[in-house]
């Protein structure tokens, strides 16, 4: 196979009609007499629902119907993650959630609908509604530790204490270990806050019927998903819905959820099949979608004087709202990594899932390791400097070394990556130079740099299936057209793919089409992107598929040229003689003589499914330069800069738009972006896009992306996960650099002006008026 | 109360047109429901996301807290509108796919829109001026990065600064920018 | 909310078709967000954009007078205005609203996170205001805002702010396009040190305790302002999400210091 095109900056298939704004996104699709849903959701954190009065909403002119709670005749409980089906039971997704609930358990909780002929009485009708809902309330639990009190308000019977799940790792014996004389004990507390994703694409999704099935088109990640789960929510034989995924404006695993997919193919079928569309406003994306968790760490080291690790101990817990979502597998992504990135002998872990009665947490760029990373990496450079060492050089000396082998995934650390990034990154930045100048400053002014790492795997193999199918299709001109699970969501799956079936097939990049748009109906089953998998898994399925067709191809060319087929290869569009590399006909002229050949026409076409039972590592680092503003509680981010290892790169354009947008929902997550919840009435706080701010680009500095490439030997094509990596190592960079400038390590997020206000006026940085009263 | 309906006249892409609105509806809905131009895009209503960009006798706005009966004797344009009787693109729309600036495409319409009418405006910004000046667009993918470079880059051609234009940072892996100096 | 809407052509027929039941509608940038209370309240919208003669920004003896629809964008770009409400304007981050938003809509709004009251509040900027039974008058920005609170309906037609006047103002948000926790102005007047902020979820005030402080002592310290605003008790100051009470009343403090010390041409 030559690399024409795999490791070239191709434009993106998609890019020209996303500048023309043709490009048909979920609600462009739709046609305009759709009726509109507007969800009834709850007012309280937790409750029962007493009684909905209909009546007057009802009489809103243009009010088609309304359903409440109460109308959902079969309680079907059903799972939402995005995760692929067990047939073992033991390893299936908690099913929790209902299409409507009597017995809400967080403030935007499912507990009715209004459908109506338009978006103006939708929500006139709502607003009504809304008022005429009684409730039992019930005292609620916002915080996941004090839900695991006893005498906290239980949210979910047949979990005690509210824990969704408990796990524990043991390594050696921390008890033993830590009677060595002579080490440093370093121990903290790492809070992270739950943020919202944010994609500009709010969720939405239509449904309409189409003979005895429903058909339902969604903006999702994961169709197939999507499919199972209606079915699994509404009772009926999923073959009974038929799922359709657009273009996709944004997603980071907020759509691999399923979200209001049961619902709106639930009301369709209710109002015998019409055409109904429920676009979901951005207050209600913040509250009623998915959410990250809020994780809270506590971290102990046991230090040697050389800078070593002697034992060390891990205890997290995860808020995860009121539903399971994806359940443990967030927080206990955490935990497994815990003994990896930085290797010791004797080790403690434990990790809690804890429902509480906050909006459900589910997938989010990262899957739980933006959260340890900043947990992990905090605490690394808190043992640095307990050691008196250089932080970079102590992450070097206790990293996971190369040769690193993990029994349970099998993964393997091949190369020094860690070593190359730091070296790479730290060269771009100048490193080595602004630490030593940054270190002992005074002033109102100052500036700080660091770095931070990251531990992350590629897919989700073993922990679940992960299999991948590809259709490859040629046309009588010989170009093709390919269809994946892998869903395209603006990240640039399509056109890596389409380089990979070039190059492997032996045609022309201009001559692969994606069909960029799944349908359950004719795509071969995959279950979607999420956990980075998309290049690594669909690699694997492009290859052995496009090998298939290659062969079929050579084995027509053999009836047209009479050559065998061992002599025979095509290379760029052309079937060459490999014995004296002579051009015998194009592809063009391959396909249409065998489709039209009155002697055994054929369409060519190949299709196959690979299961993966391998998983690759995807490191990389981050250093961030900041500079402080003392006096105004101020952080300004001067200059960023994430090197990472994914492999090959199949595309450097688009492999660098995944860095800087990780980056760019980084820099919210250290700086700015927190949901909030009124301790006192469970209400969230600043649910829309005027009093939750991501950065806007005025808040970003030039954002700066490199790579080191090796070749991952598990991979179809050598590449590995990059998508979510490089939102991982930010948050814990940036406040490290801080710590650098101001001498404060601050243990929470985001490290927002009020944030460091508290911590300034308590450290006595700031002039302090309150310092009487405080004490 | 019953709803008012209103006629209003317009110039639409350069093609007069007239339409019966909802009086309360806004200029998004007109422009998506009763023109099909759907490359103007809802993101948060609310005039925080940008996605709704379109330009007004001159002047990027957002559409969907603007009224459809203020579009009354207006000249209003959408991306569709900035295409070519053949398709071709305007060197904005190119710069966005060239640079890389362009990944879900959902705030794409919004940001060409706005960069539209800075690339004409015959002025040059400096680079701080740039960022406030798209600032009323929010990105989740790109971190605004190729973005920059892409209206910079056409800002500097459309003012004859050809050489100028290429030495912004070239795409893929970009350079490192200088630090920047102490305040 | 609002199903009605009323064009109105000039100044005397908006004005005079403000009810309790109706509301302004200048840029839109307030009233036409989701979650605004303005049109769930108001039954009728009263359209000023057609409105005659509100649209000019001219010099007049005693400063520029802008009209109330004169957009954010106008402002900067217009020649005439002072350097200070510029700057005011422009904390407004988005251009595509600072297109739409009016000087008279901001005003009219009275937000707790307003962009231009505290330059106006500062500056001792005059309004010009017509009541419904056609009534003009020219008032000053504290008092229209006290009339507007006690329920006056009035149509601001025309903002009067001086020129020639040092201003020093500071937005402090968590982003640039978030609420502002604090937005403060100070100014040097003839008759002397004026201060004003915006306090989010508290509300616009001229400071005038903390004026008198420093006409009495130009060289306070920096510890004695931050004291000052710790025991305003007429500011009642909340924790809520934007901060805690002591997080604002110290950035008042040291926002207040710093703009003594430039307005005195010490540079901090």
Redesign the interface.
Known sequence: MSKKYIGQAVTRHDAHDKAMGRIKYTDDMCDKGALVIRVLHSTVANGIVKKIDTAEAEKVPGVVRVFTCFDLKEKHYFPTAGHPWSTDPHHQDICDRLIMTDRPLFYGDDIGAVVAEDEVAASQALRILEKSVEYEELPFVLDAQEAMEEGAPLLHENYPNNVLAHTEIHMGSVEEAIKEPGLTKVEGWYETQPVQHCHIENFICYAYGEGDRTVVVSSTQIPHIVRRVIGQATGMDWGKFRVIKPYVGGGFGNKQDVLYEPLTAWISIQLGGRLVKLDVPREETFICNRIRHAIRYHITSWMRPDGSFAARTFKAWCNNGAYSSHGHAIAAKGLNAFPQLYPCDNIDGETWTVYTNRSVAGAMRGYGMPQASYAFECHAEDCARAMKMDPLEFRRKNLMPVGYYHAFSKNELYSDTFNQCFDKGAEIIGYYDKVRKYANQTGDIRRGIAVSTFWYNTAVYPIALETSSCRIVMNQDGSVQFQLGETEIGQGADTAAAQMIADTLGIPFDMVHPVSCQDTDVTPFGTGVYASRGTYTLGFSIRQTALLLKEKVLEAAHQFTRMPVYNLDLVDGIIVRTTDGRELMTIGELALAKLYTTDGSQHLTAESTYQIKSNAYSFGCCFAEVEVDIPMCRVRLLNIVNVHDCGQVINPILASGQVHGGQSMGIGYALSEKLLWDEKTGRPLNNNLLDYKMSSFMDHPRLVADFVENYEPTSAYGTKGLGEPPACPVAPAIRNAIGQATGLYINELPLSPHTLFREFTDAGLINDPWAEENK | ????Y?VVHCTINGKKVERIV???A?LTDML??DFRL??V???????????C?VIIDG????S????A??A?GKEIW???GL?GPG?E?SDI??A???E?A????????GF?M?SWEIVNSGKEYTDDEL????????????????I?RAVKKTMLRHLGKFEEAEKVNS????E??E??P?? | MATQLLMAKSPAEAAGSKTASAAFIAGGTEVNRLGSEVPAQAETLISLKKCSGLGQIEKVEKGIKIGSMCTFQQIVESEIVPDYLKEAALFMASRTKRNMATIGGNIAALRSDSYLLPTLFAVCARVEVLTPDGKQDDICVNSYKEASEAGKDMLITAVIVPDNVKVVSKRYSNTAQSHAVLTMSAAALEKGFTLAGAIKNCGIYRFKGFEEMVRENPDISEEEAIAFFKGADSLKISEDMFGSEAYKRYLLGVTAYDFCRKLAGKEV
């Not at chain 2, 895009?41 to 996605?51: M, S």
């Not at chain 2, 362009?102 to 319409?109: A, K, L, R, V």
């Open positions: 109360m019953d709803k008012q209103k909802d009086v309360r806004s998506r429901n759907t490359s895009k809802k993101g948060c209503e609310v005039g925080e996301c940008g996605a960009t002047e990027g706005f957002n969907c807290i603007y009224l009966v203020w009354e959408t991306l569709e295409i398709g693109l729309q190119q966005f796919i060239d890389g362009i990944q879900c495409g959902f705030c794409t319409p060409i706005t960022r406030k000046a798209l600032s009323g667009h929010l990105c989740r993918c790109t971190g605004y990065e190729n920059f795409q893929g892996i970009t490192y920018p630090p920047m102490f305040k």
